[in-house]
Structure formats: structure tokens, C-alpha cells
């Protein structure tokens, strides 16, 4: 099974900062199957990034994807109040998907 | 616009089965690259992919819950259905369906396929108990 690791567990910010969360796999990926998901509490996930640097359509700018391989990155440029949240990455790249425990960006 | 609805009950006994259905709108489950697939979530916990089935009838499943698990659909309803046999407090969860489907993108001169999950439900709630 392809397991994927993220980190920090935690990443305490500001409004503001620029945030940078990370997002390791096992063995390589090839990119077009590594996506990032935003979930705030009580609600559904949702998608930010595909095929590991395409936004998502609404997404904004601040939000960028890269990597290739094993490391994946997700870049909040800026955060905003409504970034802080948990990210989760997740790959498509073996018959079983799977996710990241995920990353909190707390204030 | 795309939609997806869980439904399902809301309280099992432990060694029931959980039938899950998925109804959705605005695509349809008979379109090439087109599919939907499973999601869990446990209280306070990480996301936990469960299953995924595709247009041409492709089933994929987690390989830790593999035997316990099977996805079907009803094009004709619009539906996905999710069971989940021999069901554990451990099974406690909020359960969502997404939209997945499989993009054919153009990179230069080359074209990728893009597999993601980017119109979910909003989940519902299971309690094993």
C-alpha cells in the first residue's frame, strides 16, 4: 500500500504568513495522481489541488501545488482567515487510493 | 451543477450490514471517465477512502476492508450503492460519496490522465452501537 505522510501535524500561523505543508509518499508518484483536499469543521472536504500543481476550478491563487516523486508541497501564499482548516493530500496513482493524516493550520 | 446525497441509517448493531446509498445529479454514470467513489471520516480523525466505481462497471476497494466491502450502481436511478457487512463500533464514522472522475488533460505534446474527487457529498452519519 502507497502510504502517505504529511507534515507538520500542526502549523501555527497568522493571518498573513505564507504557509507551507508537505506531503511524502512511500514509493514514487507520478503526479497526476496526487491531489489536495481543504476540510473545515463539520463540513465535507474540498478539493483545492489536482495532478499535484492544477487548482481546482474557484480555487484561489494563493493556493499552489508542486512536487513530483515522493515530496509534494502545498503553498498557502498568504493566509486568509478562512484557510485555517485541515489539509489532507491523497493519491490515486495504486488500485487503492489512500490519504495523508492530514495537516491543521490553526491561528 | 453537480450533486451528490448519502443516505442511509443512522444506527447499526454490531455484525449488521450497512447499505449506503449515493444519489447524485448532473452527471451521469454511463459517460466515459465518469466516476464515483467512498470516503470515511471517524470522529476526529483523518479521511479514509473506502471504494470507487466507474463508468465501465471498474471496482476498486480498500485492501483493508476489501472482504467486508462492495459498491454497485443503478444508472438508470442515478445511484451508487455501498455495503459494508459485519459491521464494528470501529465502523463509527461519517460516510461521503464524491464525483471522481478521470480527466484526459493535455501536458505539451502529451496527455495525462488526472484522477481526483472534486464534487462531494455533505456525509451522514453511521454509529455502530
Known amino acids: 500500500e502507497l502510504v502517505l505522510t504529511q507534515s507538520p501535524g500542526t502549523l501555527s500561523l497568522s493571518p498573513g504568513e505564507r504557509a507551507t505543508l508537505s506531503c511524502r509518499a512511500s514509493q514514487s508518484l507520478s503526479s497526476s495522481y496526487l491531489a489536495w483536499y481543504q476540510q473545515k469543521p463539520g463540513q465535507a472536504p474540498r478539493l483545492l489541488v489536482y495532478?499535484?500543481?492544477r487548482r481546482a476550478t474557484g480555487i484561489p491563487d494563493r493556493f499552489s501545488g508542486s512536487g513530483s516523486g515522493t515530496d509534494f508541497t502545498l503553498t498557502i501564499s498568504r493566509l486568509e482567515s478562512e484557510d485555517f482548516a485541515v489539509y489532507y493530500c491523497?493519491?490515486?496513482?495504486?488500485?487503492?487510493?489512500?490519504f495523508g493524516q492530514g495537516t491543521k493550520v490553526e491561528i | 451543477q453537480i450533486t451528490l446525497k448519502e443516505s442511509g441509517p443512522a444506527l447499526v448493531k454490531p455484525t449488521q450490514t450497512l447499505t449506503l446509498t449515493c444519489t447524485f445529479s448532473g452527471f451521469s454514470l454511463t459517460n466515459s471517465g465518469v466516476g464515483v467513489a467512498w470516503i470515511r471520516q471517524p470522529p476526529g480523525k483523518a479521511l479514509e477512502w473506502l471504494s470507487v466505481i466507474y463508468w465501465d462497471d471498474d471496482k476498486r476497494y480498500s485492501p483493508s476492508l476489501k472482504s467486508r466491502l462492495t459498491i454497485a450502481k443503478d444508472t438508470s436511478q442515478n445511484q451508487v450503492v455501498l455495503t459494508l457487512t459485519n459491521m464494528d463500533p470501529a465502523d463509527t464514522a461519517t460516510y461521503y460519496c464524491?464525483?471522481?472522475?478521470?480527466?484526459?488533460?493535455?501536458?505539451?505534446?502529451?496527455?495525462?490522465?488526472?484522477?481526483?474527487?472534486?464534487?462531494w457529498g455533505e456525509g451522514t452519519t453511521v454509529t455502530v452501537s
Open positions: 464524491a464525483h471522481s472522475p478521470i480527466a484526459v488533460l493535455p501536458v505539451g505534446a502529451n496527455l495525462y490522465s488526472y484522477y481526483y474527487m472534486d464534487v
Open positions: 495532478g499535484a500543481s
Open positions: 491523497q493519491q490515486s496513482g495504486s488500485s487503492q487510493w489512500t
